[in-house]
């Protein structure tokens, strides 16, 4: 673990350097996502080459890891504008227009739909009590005044 402190300080490092260096927000964004990715990548290589229980622990830390990059990246793909990426290929800004719409619908979506779940779940125990109460009722059926056959 000490690969991963020493690259995060070398990485704090060259990106104070750059902030020196006037080197625009964006940038700095996009070299951080892609040595982050690049690491990533690294764990990923590690992975293929390891056997044993290990492999478990590898692949938990990548989907950390995996999440994590999802939210390092989440406010460059929504914020920035593709002409940054594609240096004016009008086919590849049209494309990845359509994917940032296409996939962050899906993620509003999928947004969306936690809670509601959660909404309902909260408010079902609320409003509809007596189901809730059979798994608290006392289940003595020698006191059953309902004959049962």
Same mark, same amino acid.
């Given at each position: 673990?000490?690969?991963?402190? #020493? /690259?995060? &300080?070398?990485?704090?490092? &060259?990106?104070? !350097?750059? !902030?020196?260096?006037?080197?625009?927000?964006?940038?700095?964004?996009?070299?951080?996502?892609?040595?982050?990715?690049? @690491?990533?990548?690294?764990?990923?290589?590690?992975?293929? =080459?390891? $056997?044993?229980?290990?492999?478990?622990?590898?692949?938990? @830390?990548?989907?950390?890891? =995996? !999440?994590?990059?999802? @939210?390092? *990246?989440?406010? #460059?793909?929504?914020?920035?504008?593709? =002409?940054?990426? %594609?240096?004016?290929?009008? $086919?590849?800004?049209?494309?990845? &227009?359509?994917? &940032?719409?296409? /996939?962050?619908?899906?993620?509003?979506?999928?947004?969306?739909?936690?809670?509601?779940?959660?909404?309902?779940?909260?408010?079902?125990?609320?409003?509809?009590?007596?189901? *809730?109460?059979? /798994?608290? %009722?006392?289940?003595?059926?020698?006191?059953?005044?309902?004959?049962?056959?």
């Amino acid at each position: 673990m000490t690969t991963l402190s #020493a /690259s995060v &300080r070398n990485n704090i490092l &060259r990106m104070s !350097i750059n !902030i020196k260096n006037g080197i625009s927000l964006k940038t700095r964004w996009l070299n951080l996502m892609l040595h982050f990715s690049s @690491f990533i990548n690294s764990y990923k290589v590690k992975l293929v =080459e390891i $056997n044993g229980p290990k492999i478990i622990l590898y692949g938990f @830390f990548i989907l950390l890891l =995996e !999440i994590l990059n999802f @939210f390092i *990246s989440l406010p #460059a793909y929504a914020f920035i504008k593709p =002409e940054f990426f %594609a240096g004016g290929d009008q $086919n590849a800004i049209k494309t990845y &227009r359509l994917r &940032r719409i296409v /996939s962050l619908s899906v993620l509003g979506g999928m947004v969306l739909a936690v809670i509601l779940w959660m909404l309902v779940a909260l408010f079902g125990v609320a409003l509809f009590p007596s189901q *809730s109460h059979a /798994s608290t %009722a006392s289940w003595d059926f020698n006191n059953c005044k309902v004959p049962l056959f």
